[in-house]
């Protein structure tokens, strides 16, 4: 009889429980046997950071150390493991990982904010149970510089030359500059301006020429340079330096200046002539203290003009200037677009009640680094705007009617983007036209 009901019991049940119920019947209880974790054999493949070849990292920026460990064999690891991180052999993190698959790897990252400048070694290590590390200990070396001298980052606010309201209209050109490289002392260098290009009508009231310079090696906090406009085929007029802006790298080696100088040319390019030639003389007489040169390297020049005339509509406009280098992979983090640089240029309110019917900005960005980078006025952002070939200077032009507050300071700001390949820019003038 108690055999049958064992039978009844038993029917549609699966082979293994019909066993369970066959030993719990006698008393004996099977034992699960634990899993035990081979040996797994990893290797620590690379130690990296976002920051430009590893090297140029600054203090208070937020930086993504990586570290890569790859499961090269056949048997997984199912067990955790932890992951240290030493700065010259004091800890810094302790990161857990749960497991890692057989043929496989992962990347484990930490964010690193430097505080202090220096020289440090970023070791890594792997440890855990049942587990076999090459390469561990896989160190790498890193410079930390001090942010507040960092001239690559922004930080120098254009001044604002001159706003001004007439009836008539501006103009901005760069005549036919070219990059010079390395203008020698007492060598030459020139640039053409023709006028009647610009479809002028009206009276030149105001002409403010720019010299666009990098590189200067000399002893002088920047270069002396001989300017010079001809008037008539055979007369050259002299001027004298009005206002100077400069910019430079700050750490490291070459930290050498490029700027802006800027002089008033109205009493010669207002005369009538419509084609002016420029001739920009290197007269510096010492050398580098360290590099021995004295010279200097030119990106060209630029004409803004006010031309006064009663038939055109009422306009203000803005003069702003500066230099300001931009260089995004040294000091910022790569892909973390919060801490690109980039340079400042602000208007006052318009001056005047009303209506503003439309409104221009043109910018100037000599060795404007191939569209890498943005141009911001107040809340419009437009991309890719500065690319030109080689070392040239980028003019763009564009309308901001839509974006201009009649109320309030207008705000330019000109964004230079993390890229290996980019080499930066320096913008170096923001002029506002605003017709009402």
């Given amino acids: 009889m108690e055999q049958s009901t064992y039978k009844f019991i038993t029917i549609g049940l699966s082979a293994a429980l019909i066993v369970s119920l066959v030993f719990m ?27 430009y070849l590893d090297k140029y990292l600054f203090t208070d920026y937020p930086y993504q150390i990586q570290v ?15 992951v240290e991180f030493y700065l010259n052999d004091s800890l810094l993190a302790r990161l857990p990982w749960l497991e ?4 496989s790897s992962v990347k484990i990252n ?3 904010t430097p505080s202090a400048a220096g020289l440090y070694n970023l070791r890594t290590k792997v440890v855990g149970n049942n587990i076999i590390v090459s390469n561990n200990n896989l160190s790498i070396s890193l410079n930390v510089y001090d942010s507040s001298v960092n001239g690559y980052q922004g930080g120098l606010p254009f001044a604002t030359y001159k706003t001004g309201i007439i009836n008539g209209t501006t103009a901005f050109t760069t005549g036919n500059s070219t990059y010079k490289s390395g203008l020698k002392q007492n060598e030459s260098y020139y640039v053409a301006f023709n006028l009647t290009e610009l479809n002028l009508e009206g009276q030149i009231v105001l ?3 720019f010299v666009y310079y990098t590189w200067y090696y000399g002893a002088n906090p920047q270069p002396y340079l001989k300017i010079q406009i001809n008037d008539s085929p055979s007369t050259w007029r002299a001027f004298n330096l009005d206002t100077s ?28 002539t419509s084609l002016y030639l420029l001739n920009i003389t290197n007269v510096d007489s010492t050398d580098h203290p360290t590099y021995g040169y004295r010279k200097v390297s030119i990106y060209g020049a630029g004409l803004f003009l006010v031309i006064l005339n009663n038939s055109k509509p009422t306009i203000q406009y803005w003069i702003n200037e500066g230099c300001d280098l931009l260089i995004a992979k040294y000091g910022a983090p790569a892909n973390q677009p919060l801490y690109y640089p980039y340079a400042t240029s602000t208007f006052s309110k318009p001056s005047l009640s009303g209506s503003i019917k439309n409104a221009t900005l043109i910018t100037v960005v000599p060795g404007g680094d191939g569209g890498h980078n943005s141009l911001i006025f107040n809340d419009v952002e437009w991309t890719g705007v500065y690319n030109v070939s080689g070392s040239n200077i980028a003019v763009d032009l564009s309308d901001v009617s839509a974006a201009i507050s009649p109320t309030t300071n207008n705000i330019v700001k000109m964004v230079d983007y993390w890229e290996a390949s980019n080499n930066g ?8 036209i605003v017709e009402y």
């Avoid at 008393?27 to 493949?45: D, F, K, S």
């Fill in 25 to 51: 019947t006698i008393g004996w209880i099977p034992q699960t046997p634990e899993t035990v974790q081979e040996t797994v054999q990893l290797n620590i493949e690379s130690v990296s950071t976002d920051a």
């Fill in 68 to 82: 890569e460990i790859a499961n090269n064999g056949t048997n997984s690891l199912t067990s955790s493991f932890y």
């Fill in 100 to 103: 890692l698959a057989a043929e």
């Fill in 110 to 112: 930490y964010t690193w």
């Fill in 207 to 209: 002409a403010r020429l």
């Fill in 245 to 272: 802006y400069k910019d430079q790298k700050g750490f490291g080696s070459y930290s050498l200046p490029s700027g802006t100088l800027c002089y008033n040319v109205t009493s010669v390019v207002s005369s009538g």
């Fill in 425 to 432: 820019m320096t913008p170096s003038n923001a002029f506002l």
